[in-house]
Nanobody
Framework: VQLQASGGGLVEAGGSLRPSCAAS????????MGWFRQAPGKEREFVAT????????AYADSVKGRFTISRDNAKNTVYLQMNTLKPDDTAVYYC?????????????????WGQGTLVTVSS
């Protein structure tokens, strides 16, 4: 399976972006999906995860209430709606496929990764 993330960009603080992650080669519909991010000089960190049905989601405290993860299994695509963006949200955002159906916030729990999409928030 190949994951292709897109939809990043440059936005002012307080603005919004909606990165997406499209899969090819295999359906994502049976898998948990997640978004992670990595800021310059920092380790990759968990952002959000969604169950294969879309009925269960979880978020990092730093984005809770501002970001929303969703999926469209018919389109084999996962989204991350990001609102009220802050300069601290600046990072490369990665989507990833979960290895199991269990909720996990560890990168080790995900096996396939997209190439990342850069989000830059200016102050």
């Amino acid at each position: 399976v190949q994951l292709q993330a897109s939809g990043g960009g440059l936005v002012e603080a307080g603005g919004s972006l909606r990165p997406s992650c499209a899969a090819s080669g295999r359906t994502l519909s049976s898998y948990r999906m997640g978004w992670f991010r990595q800021a310059p000089g920092k380790e990759r960190e968990f952002v959000a995860t969604i169950s294969w049905t879309g009925g269960s989601t979880a978020y990092a405290d730093s984005v809770k209430g501002r970001f929303t993860i969703s999926r469209d299994n018919a389109k084999n695509t996962v989204y991350l709606q990001m609102n009220t963006l802050k300069p601290d949200d600046t990072a490369v955002y990665y989507c990833a496929r979960g290895q199991t159906s269990w909720e996990t916030r560890s990168a080790a729990g995900y096996d396939y990764w997209g190439q990342g999409t850069l989000v830059t928030v200016s102050s």
